[in-house]
Structures are given as C-alpha cells and as structure tokens.
C-alpha cells in the first residue's frame, strides 16, 4: 500500500497502488479517446469545408449561367428592336446557351449522383447520409428540369416568331411542323 499525504499533516489516506495504477490507466485511455475524437472532428471538419466549397462553386456555376441566360434574352429583345436586322444570330445565341447550360447541368448532377454513389459503396468516406441525399438531389434535379423546359418552351415561342417575322416564305415547312407536332405520340 501507499501512503498519500494531504495538506494537513495528521489527515493520512491510505490507497492501494492498484487502484493508483487503474486511475492512471483510465487518465490515458480518456486522454487517448479524446485525441481520437479530437482527430474525427479535424477530419470532419475538412470534409464540411470541402462540401461547403463544392457548394459555393455549384451556386457559382448557376448563377454564371443565369447570367448567361438573362444575356441571351437581353441580346435578343436588342436584335429584335433593330432596324431590320434579321434576329437569327440572337435566337441561335440563346439556343446555344440553353445547350450550355444543359450540358454544364448534366455533368453537376452527374458528379453529385457519381460521389453519392462513391459513398455509398465505401469507396468514399463521408459523414452523411447517401439516401436521403440522393432524394434531395433527385428533387433538385426535378425542379431544374421542370424549369429548363419551360425555358425550352419560351425560346421555341421565341424562334417561331423570329420565323413569322420573316415574311410568309416557306409555309409548307411551316405546315409539316405542324403535322408533326400534331401528330405527336405522347
């Protein structure tokens, strides 16, 4: 046995040196779970700013292309306004946006579901729930293509009255158009 001293003299307390020995081995096993935590919330904490990052970056990439849109239809209305310039080149502007801006939207969502799929398989490590956010993606995804074809409708509004304005010429295509689109199978 050991024999500890207080600050007082005549109080002695006697303790087991086991029991000192176990108290230092528990001191080290919290002391160590607590670097390890220390180390997971280091961990993830990067992980948070990297998500955080790709984030910034995705709004970065929707607003650039917002823009873009919005640039389009403003080259447009401009072209259209113009003294008898033909507005050919501003529709097959905005159409070449819409073309971008869907390819730039395939490779997100095609990333994000890649990843998504990374972490569901193991192959990634990563602090959240590859379910529940695939349902949020496929729901971003939704949305965006519920946009993008009303934007798709607009711009085909937008061609045909490019096409009216060019005079009457060419009524029979316009009447095959209209036999096909009539024709449709939904």
């Known amino acids: 046995m050991r024999l500890c001293k207080q600050s007082n003299e005549s109080d002695e307390v006697l303790v087991k040196s086991s029991f000192l020995v176990e108290l230092q081995r528990r ?5 160590s779970a607590l670097r390890v935590k220390d180390e ?8 948070l700013q990297q998500y955080e990052n790709r984030w910034f ?3 970065g990439k ?3 292309m917002e823009e873009r849109l919005q640039l389009g239809n403003r080259e ?3 072209s259209r306004d113009s003294n008898g310039v033909r507005p050919v080149s501003a529709g097959l502007s905005v159409i070449s946006r819409l073309a971008e801006e869907f390819d730039q939207r395939s490779q997100v969502f095609g990333d994000d579901a890649k990843f998504l799929v990374e972490v569901k398989s193991g192959q990634v490590d990563a602090s959240l729930n590859p ?8 729901q971003i995804f939704e949305g965006w293509k519920k946009d993008y074809g009303a934007r798709l409708r607009e711009t ?31």
């Open 27 to 31: 001191v080290l096993k919290a002391e």
């Open 40 to 47: 997971e919330n280091d961990i993830l904490h990067q992980r």
């Open 156 to 186: 085909k509004v937008i061609l045909n009255k490019l096409g009216s304005e060019e005079g009457s010429g060419d009524r029979l295509q316009k009447k095959c158009w209209g036999r096909l689109n009539s024709s449709r199978i939904n």
């Open 62 to 64: 929707m607003k650039s």
């Open 76 to 78: 447009y209305f401009r």
């Open 131 to 138: 379910d529940r956010e695939l349902r949020r993606l496929k």
């Open 57 to 59: 970056e995705y709004e």
